[in-house]
């Protein structure tokens, strides 16, 4: 792998999400030598992915090279890799591109889609989890379109234009409030020779609720806009399997769509190495104490979604989402320079900012800690919120340029099938 | 394909690039039903294509969907499709998706890279005629950096960071200047582990001078700015093969590379059914009369690269530019409409508005008819004319704020390994 030799304990960092990157940021001039691995070369600002998916954003805009996040800083080096294994007996890392010692491992890869051991569902459905995986469903939805046009049969045009997300999540929420919003503003002038009133956007929820985490106010509220956008909100609803045709629920209700978006539940990526019984917990989380360390081990640390630390007040582990792996991170940078200079380490505490969620134009519930509300003032907010923790100045400017030519036109642009996603469209 | 009948009569464009746009502009509102067919559901601009390839745009800014550009027009219909055969004797155009009769036809394929029936150069080089060939390309650059990292052998970290470029024209020496920049400003601070001194930009160019329809001082200009950039510019030279790890030429010089850039000529794309012999010219364009009319027929017509309109001042046609294909459609749709008021058709009168080239930062070469020019001068004309002939005011703006942002920071942001072009990469 062709790492340097250093006097300075090495710290491996696996995943360049929040949590690697907030941890990295940390170590910046400190007494370790740092070797972040990811498998793409870019950090991924996940809370976007759906403006992605249904054309308001660039792909480049939301992610940013990891190697630029590290410019600069002294005892880094970035290596494009996917790890096999960690072998926890020898302190070695195993990747496609060779074997690494490290002094201290920091597990930091995230989670990925949840099908619970569904193939059918797993084959068949769309994720939205990365920047290829949305860049794909971008193509999807534009793709039906395009052969919605084409067919002469009712039943297949209703099919094409059918859209059911499952999971009743913020992902979930935020995307079927695009969707609608594309439905109402853009497809009736793009497809003229279209009848777009057919199209349908449903959202299946298997609680009582959408966005069970928050406030039953946001839920209720975050309801009535997606509702007033004219998505149809299926609540104790459970999708139980897809065909790529026919979706079928645990009611007597059954979908025919072509595009089936899995949003309803994620787990921990699996690490070979890190995968004993007393190391796992629910979703495949690796169990940590307080100071991050995974159960076991003193050297190996999981921050992140990866992570589940249980406490009193989350006796689950904090929420899978961008916060708490900031705040991980940070708190294991923090721990790291206390070890190094012989002081003791700091447990971690976990501050909740709140969490909210946008649904359309001028419409976002957010639930602050100290404050609950509804509606435009909490949509500005949402997006003030979204481009300070954007990373990059540049990608902040396109981001708000965009927004604000989205909101004033009525638009989304990046509507282009530049990665056809269907096989029949591969021309390139 | 689900064309609605109409009572006018049906003009079919094939290829929605300058030409073909031009032309449906013109057409707007007009007695005709016109349908737009295109392989791509986006237009291109091509002249940034080579910004695409080196970070400095992002796809999604110099592309555009077509629908968007037609939206509000009457009588107007855009299918995705891919044209299979031209029926020229029952005006019949045969597509992926079906069967359409055309009273008028319209050629605007445009053109491809030509590797002169060398299929060693074709499968192994790489083209930039395309958003996803652009993307590629950008990929692979990458990707090669990442490698170089972890070889151990100094003559293969050479040929990973060894980037030919042949041919001397507007698109090579573009590129080339972009990539001396990457090397000088963004590279030893990307790569602080990899001695990228050893990366090397070569430009090979056949004749006796680079950018050979531009004037002799343009030419020199431009070698001069390449040189003191670090490009090494081989003049009288032609690669004659590659075998995807050494490129031969003429001379007894041969290339270790791993990346070879092929923007050394095009040739029209090729229709099934337009190839007679009295059709087809040299470099496989169709010839047309001064009316755009193809060889032999009435309501068949070619414009842009794909057509060759011979005349006493381009004896071998109209330059394969921008300028020309937008000319000629919009000569064509002010004819079409004469045709449609019983008026008499006008020649086709070109007017040429010169040339130019940008190699890097403050530097580029400007032909205006009355003016030629070279320097700082000649690049701000040069932004200022791209961003004129952008379609689309969100894309002016975020290319702006991009060229602005990369001027002040000496950056190019978007390198991003989005799809992966090496197979060892290929994660997703």
Redesign the interface.
Same mark, same amino acid.
Do not use: C, W
């Given at each position: 792998?062709?790492?340097?030799q250093s006097s300075y304990p090495r710290v491996v960092i696996i995943g360049g999400g929040f949590a690697g990157i907030a941890l990295a940021k940390k170590l910046s001039r400190k007494e370790f030598q740092v070797v972040l691995l990811d498998?793409? %070369? @870019?950090h991924t600002f996940q809370p976007l992915l759906y403006q992605v998916s249904t054309g308001g954003l +660039?792909?480049?805009?939301i992610? @940013?090279?990891i190697?630029?996040v590290l410019?600069?800083y002294s005892n880094f080096?970035f290596? #494009?890799a996917?790890v096999a294994k960690v072998d926890t007996d020898n302190n070695l890392v195993e990747t %496609?591109?060779?074997t690494l010692k490290f002094n201290y491992l920091v597990v930091a890869v995230g989670s990925e889609t949840n099908f619970f051991g569904n193939t059918n569902l797993e084959e068949n459905c769309m994720a939205m989890k990365?920047?290829?995986?949305s860049?794909n469903l971008r193509s999807l939805i !534009? *793709?039906n379109f +395009?052969q919605a !046009?084409?067919?002469?049969d009712y039943h297949e045009r209703e099919a094409l234009m059918n859209f059911v997300i499952v999971g009743g999540g913020p992902t979930g929420v935020e995307l079927a409030g695009a969707l609608a919003e594309i439905k109402k503003g853009i497809l009736p002038?793009? @497809?003229p020779?279209l009848d777009t009133r057919v199209a349908q956007i449903n959202l299946v929820q298997g609680g009582e609720r959408i966005l069970p985490a928050m406030s039953e106010k946001a839920s209720k509220k975050a309801e009535d806009f997606l509702e007033n956008l004219g998505v149809h909100v299926w609540k104790g609803m459970r999708v139980q399997n897809y065909d790529g045709k026919v979706a079928t629920t645990n009611t007597d209700i059954e979908f025919k769509t072509q595009t089936l978006i899995w949003a309803a539940g994620v787990k921990a990526v699996r690490l070979n190495g890190l995968d004993a019984k007393d190391v796992l917990c629910r979703g495949e989380r690796l169990k940590v104490n307080e100071f991050h360390q995974v159960n076991g081990f003193e050297n190996i640390f999981a921050i992140g979604d990866v992570a589940q630390m249980e406490s009193e007040e989350w006796p689950k582990g904090h929420p899978m989402m961008a916060q708490p792996a900031l705040q991980q991170g940070s708190n294991l940078g923090d721990n790291l320079v206390r070890l190094s200079e012989g002081k003791s380490l700091k447990p971690f505490q976990y501050k909740d900012k709140g969490s909210m969620a946008t649904i359309g134009r001028n419409k976002a519930v957010a639930d602050l800690p100290s404050f609950k509300f509804q509606g435009v003032f909490a949509w500005f907010v949402w997006m003030f919120v979204h481009l300070y923790f954007l990373i990059?100045?540049? %990608?902040r400017?396109?981001v708000f340029?965009?927004w604000v @030519?989205n909101y004033i036109?009525f638009?989304r *642009?990046?509507? #282009?099938?530049?990665?056809p996603f269907k096989k029949?469209?591969q021309?390139?």
């Open positions: 792998m062709n790492i340097p498998k793409h %070369n @870019y +660039e792909p480049d805009s992610a @940013y090279p190697r630029k410019q600069g080096h290596r #494009l996917e %496609n591109i060779g990365s920047i290829p995986q860049l !534009l *793709e +395009e !046009l084409l067919t002469d002038k793009d @497809y020779d990059g100045f540049r %990608n400017v396109v340029i965009n @030519y036109k638009d *642009e990046a509507r #282009l099938i530049i990665r029949t469209y021309t390139d």
